[in-house]
Each structure stands twice: as C-alpha cells, then as structure tokens.
C-alpha cells in the first residue's frame, strides 16, 4: 500500500537532487547528527534528573522546562534532515527493517514525550510518587534509544 | 618519523583483520560510538549553553560541572575506546584520512580549551557562580566548545567518505601532502607532465 507513495518520494526533486549530489548526503547528515548530540543532551538531562542522578538539586519542573526548547529546537532539525535523508533513499528504506523499527520507536518516542512526559515533567512534583518519574525516564529512554538505534542501522542494512 | 610503519603492523595483527572483517562486531562498535555523542557530546553542549547562559541559568555553574562532569567522563572514555577500537579496524586508511587528522587536531585543541577554562576562570567560579550570563572568558570558553566538538563530530562522520582517500589519485598537492600520501614518482610524473 505504502509503496508507490515510498516511489513517488523517490522521483521526486528534492530526492533526487540530494542522491545524484556528490556531498549533500554527506552534509544533511552531518547536520543530523549534530542535532543528535543536542537532543541526546536534552533528553538525558531530564531523563537522568527524574532518575535521581544529574542535577539532582534541582526540581524535574525547573531542568525540563530548560531543555525543553533545545528539545523542540534539535527534533525540528532532526525531522527536516531526516526527511532530506529519507527522501534521498526511500525504496532501500522501505525494504530496511531497521528503518521501520526507527520510524515506529519515533512515532511511539514524540507521542510518549509531548503526552505523558509533559505531563509529569510539568505537574507537581510532591503529588507524585517518584516511582513514576523512574518510570516514564525509563519508557523514554529506552524508546529514545531504539530510534537512535534503529536509525544508526539503517546504514548498514542494505 | 612517520606514524605509518606501525599503522601498517598494526593492520596486520589478527586482532585488526577479524574487526574490520567481522560482520557484526565493527557496526556494533560503531554505533556504540555515534550513540554515545547523545550522552557525551549532549551533556557537554548542555554545559557550554549554561556557560554561555543560554540555558539552566538558575543552576549554580559549579553544580552543573560537578553533577555532570561523572556522566561526561563515562562518555568520554566509551568515545575513546570504541574510537580506538575503530582505528584498530582500519588504521593505514584512518591515518591518512585527511577528516581523521583534523578530528585528532581539533580533539587536542577542545582538550587545550578544557584545560585553559579548568586552570582559568573555572578556577573563581565561586565569584560567578550564580551569575545569570556567566563572564566574557567563561562564554568565550563554551562557545570554542561548542564549536570544536561540532567540528570534531562532523569530521569524524566524514571519515568514512573516500573523496581525498591516497588510492583516489590525483588529489592536489595540498590534499597528498596534508593526508600524508606516497604517491608514486611515475604517477606524480604523469600527473605533472599531463595538461
């Protein structure tokens, strides 16, 4: 069902100019990964404080509101590079578990991070046991990885 | 004295060959390596923004550094071990890779920078501490930071790009002289005498 619209991504010009481009893979990527560095930082900061690790003299309210910018901000550039990624090579994605692991781990990741991480990164914390806090770190972390995982394989399958 | 003799041993050790054959021990390594930038290169960013006072202002700066600093040094010694492990694979190839020689560069110049802000304004941090932007020798610190690891992180991914590779000639003088290459005098001779 998906795959002529995975063909259609393939032929279309900006696929096709990042492809035939000696370097702009190359560059794209690079972004990519710079804004890897910068989310990582993000998410562990917050995810190691509700942990109890990090700064751990600081309310989880007050070091997720500070990386939450920086969140949004590297995941914009995350999502529009990776489009350029993707559109640079979607019939070898299509066939490429590691890809649809990434896609399926991400759509999981920003549901969980923009819903129920929000939620209690921004509630009070007394009202909450702290059981919780290890919890949705842990689903975070582990869903957070499995994108990055999933998305460093993507490169050598195929 | 070159570097290149024992590079060239060392590809020849058992150890180098079943890495860099191996179907799943090298990407393994490597992944271990890109993904540990999350928590290497991530904490160091979230440092250098407060250095800058772009982020984390109310935290005292001295917490930051000591809260972070044990998370920071595990990240580091997995980057150099997975990063030893990766030139281990391929050595002849890495060191004359001319993004692996400005990575090693710029990885010496960021440690000089960590040492000049640690023996440096680091050192009367209780004096601004709390400072909301931190002072002009603290800020300059953390964006020659950021600056550094970002080169540092794309000139590594470029390493595996084979545009300035020794065995792709001709490459101008400059790239066969900064990636170390022995060119062979009958190419060099050809190249010269071709138009």
């Known amino acids: 069902m998906l795959w002529p619209f995975f063909q259609w991504c393939e032929a279309t010009a900006i696929g096709t100019a990042i492809r035939t481009s000696p370097w702009a ?13 910068v989310i990582g930082g993000a998410v562990l900061m917050v995810d190691l404080r509700m942990l109890g690790f990090g700064l751990r003299n600081q309310r989880v309210v007050d070091v997720a509101r500070n990386a939450f910018p920086w969140l949004v901000g590297s995941l914009l550039v995350m999502l529009v590079t990776g489009i350029g990624l993707f559109l640079s090579e979607p019939t070898k994605c299509y066939y490429s578990t590691a890809f649809w692991v990434k896609m399926i781990s991400l ?16 509630a009070d914390e007394m009202a909450l046991r702290p059981v919780w806090l290890k919890v949705v770190a842990l689903v975070s972390l582990t869903l957070w990885f499995g994108v990055g995982a999933g998305g460093r394989w993507i490169g050598f399958s195929g | 004295m070159s570097f290149l003799p024992f590079c060239q041993w060392l590809a020849e050790t058992r150890g180098s060959i079943a890495l860099h054959e191996s179907l799943y021990m090298y990407p393994l390594v490597e992944s271990v390596h890109v993904l540990t930038l999350c928590l290497f290169v991530g ?7 407060r250095l800058l006072g772009w982020t984390m202002r109310q935290v005292r700066v001295s917490e930051m550094t000591n809260r972070l600093m044990p998370w920071m040094q595990a990240g580091f010694a997995i980057m150099i071990v997975t990063g030893a492990l990766l030139f281990y694979a391929i050595p002849v190839r890495s060191y004359q890779n001319i993004f692996f ?53 794309v000139s590594g991914r470029m390493i595996a790009y084979n545009w300035f590779d020794c065995d792709k000639q001709p490459q101008s003088t400059f790239i066969n ?19």
């Open chain 1, 107 to 122: 759509a999981l990741a920003m549901t969980f991070t923009f819903t129920v991480r929000r939620k209690v990164t921004t």
């Open chain 2, 43 to 49: 904490m160091s960013v979230m440092l250098d923004l």
């Open chain 1, 25 to 37: 893979f190359a560059v794209i990527e690079s972004v990519h990964l710079l804004a890897l560095s």
């Open chain 2, 177 to 195: 002289w900064a990636a170390g290459c022995i060119v062979p005098s009958t190419e060099l001779r050809t190249r010269i005498s071709s138009p």
């Open chain 2, 101 to 153: 020689r400005i990575k090693m560069i710029m990885l010496a110049v960021a440690g000089l920078n960590a040492c000049v802000f640690h023996v440096g304004i680091h050192r009367r941090c209780s004096d601004w501490d709390l400072d909301r932007v931190p002072p002009a020798a603290a800020r300059l610190a953390g964006s020659a930071s950021l600056l550094l690891w970002a080169v540092i992180v």
